[in-house]
């Protein structure tokens, strides 16, 4: 599959992305990249930045609902009337999983295109060809912030970035883009700062590539407004332990919903898929199970570092929403 370009910052990009011509500022989603392409067979082949997942075992577990997402909303057969072959396409876009924004889980789309490769072009589809095209599969594209900005009268030194449309704060950045395939991103500068801190520190992080190609860490950080980011538990409590995060994201009313759109979808609701599909949210909205914070890791491995010690593997949070599904469903 095709691998995505680093994209420079803002005062590092191409003079002429700011020559001429017409820009689209799009949010910059603090989560994990995420590509894929259809294969013939109709099955789909996931990636992040560096890797190509040929086993789906091998998917991290919080890019899991995101993949689930995909495969369940992706239109295959618009997909293939739109191309000669469908394997010429590579769709990117950003899994959306806990990093150091707690954005509205509810309300954000488990996947987010923001790019979209076509090999017989041997290029990038313009910004605004990209979005009618994750719209026409299925899929939710990045959200645009503005659209055709003269780019002569657009000056990134004095560009404040806006709010987030996902949650009551700061957006993460914004990415630039022009129509000829340039881009550059403007990285908001509290995300910068906890960078930095944690750099400082020494602390261990996992690197997941965004969409501004630049390592992230996911940090047990919040943005809240306008509120200075904080380090503690995976919702900005540093005192909350594990099991009560766990019994807040695992509640009776989580378990409906998921019962529910488990039904809708002529699904049988079973322990199982019950499990599976909780289980998926948690890992997504949570940290403690993240590789870097003192936890085990998605592998089940130690992370060692200066994490939190009160971190749990992923085999004790699916234990823990099993035993909640089936007390539910009994």
């Known amino acids: 599959m095709k691998e995505y370009p680093s994209i420079p910052r803002a005062e590092d990009a191409p003079d002429r992305l700011l020559e001429g011509g017409h820009l689209w500022l799009l949010e910059k989603i603090d989560g994990g990249h995420l590509r894929m392409q259809l294969r013939e067979s109709g099955l789909i082949r996931f990636g992040d930045r560096n890797r190509v997942y040929e086993d789906a075992e091998e998917i991290p577990v919080e890019y899991r609902h995101a993949v689930r997402h995909v495969r369940e909303n992706l239109d295959r057969e618009a ?16 899994a959306t999983y806990r990093n150091a924004i707690d954005y509205e889980w509810d309300r954000i789309p488990p996947f987010l295109g923001f790019d979209v490769w076509s090999d017989e072009a041997g290029a990038f589809r313009p910004p605004d060809a990209v979005e009618s095209i994750f719209e026409a599969l299925g899929l939710d594209p990045v959200n645009a912030i503005e659209r055709e900005v003269r780019a002569r009268d657009f000056d990134p030194g004095s560009y404040a970035i806006p709010k987030s449309e996902w949650y009551d704060g700061p957006a993460a950045g914004v990415v630039i883009r022009n129509k000829s395939g340039d881009r550059a991103a403007m990285v908001h500068p509290k995300l910068e700062a ?11 992080t996992t ?15 919040e943005t809240s407004g306008e509120s200075t980011p904080s380090r503690g538990s995976s ?5 909350e332990r594990p099991d009560e995060v766990i019994g807040r994201y695992v509640s009776d009313d ?11 979808r002529g699904e049988p609701v079973t322990v199982e898929a019950l499990t599976e599909r909780v289980l998926e949210r948690v890992l997504r909205e949570t940290t403690l199970h993240r590789e870097g914070h003192g936890g085990r890791g998605t592998d ?27 007390r539910f469903l009994g």
């Open 79 to 94: 997909l293939r009337a739109a191309v000669d072959d469908v394997e010429d396409v590579v769709l990117f876009g950003e």
């Open 235 to 239: 919702d900005g409590s540093p005192e």
């Open 207 to 221: 690197g997941t590539s965004n969409a501004a190609g630049e390592a992230e860490t996911t940090g047990e950080t």
């Open 194 to 204: 906890i960078d930095a801190s944690e750099a400082s520190e020494g602390s261990e």
């Open 300 to 326: 089940g491995r130690s992370s060692g570092g200066a994490g939190r010690a009160d971190a749990i593997s992923c085999e004790e949070l699916r234990d823990t929403v099993t035993e909640r599904a089936v």
């Open 254 to 264: 989580r378990l409906e919903r998921t019962a529910t759109r488990i039904a809708e």
